[in-house]
């Protein structure tokens, strides 16, 4: 298991090693699909295909994924949590974007899609 991380505390984001259920070598199969924030961890799950894809990488890691879940949870808290873990549709390409951030007066409110 890894431990307390200074990086736990960053506004850009919780390194995945805040998961303290969380072994290494699960991490860094996280990270290989570039899983490396909490926040990706949780929004990951936010589907049931992203669950299922979680649990196979998650499968030698003692801590189910519903522990793990709410270990993410208590770091995040219960608004921002419950916010990445609602499913969105993605944009072109399967990108998801916040549309608040990218509507301009220019693009009609269609967040720059054309």
């Known amino acids: 298991m890894t431990g307390p991380n ?3 505390t960053q506004e850009q984001g919780h390194d995945i090693a805040c998961l303290e259920s969380l072994e290494s070598h ?6 290989s ?9 949780v929004a990951s799950a936010a589907t049931d295909q992203g669950r299922r894809g979680l649990n196979k990488l998650l499968a030698g890691n003692p801590a189910s994924l519903d522990e793990l879940l709410q270990e993410s949870q208590k770091i995040l808290g ?3 949590y419950e916010a990445l873990i609602q499913a969105r549709p993605g944009g072109p390409l399967g990108a998801r974007f916040d ?3 990218f509507n301009t007066d220019s693009d009609n409110g269609n ?4």
């Open 78 to 80: 219960s608004q921002r």
């Open 111 to 114: 967040g720059g899609a054309a």
């Open 99 to 101: 549309e608040t951030q």
């Open 6 to 8: 200074e990086e736990c």
């Open 26 to 31: 699960s991490a860094q199969a996280l990270r």
């Open 33 to 41: 699909y570039w899983i490396t924030s909490v926040e990706q961890f």
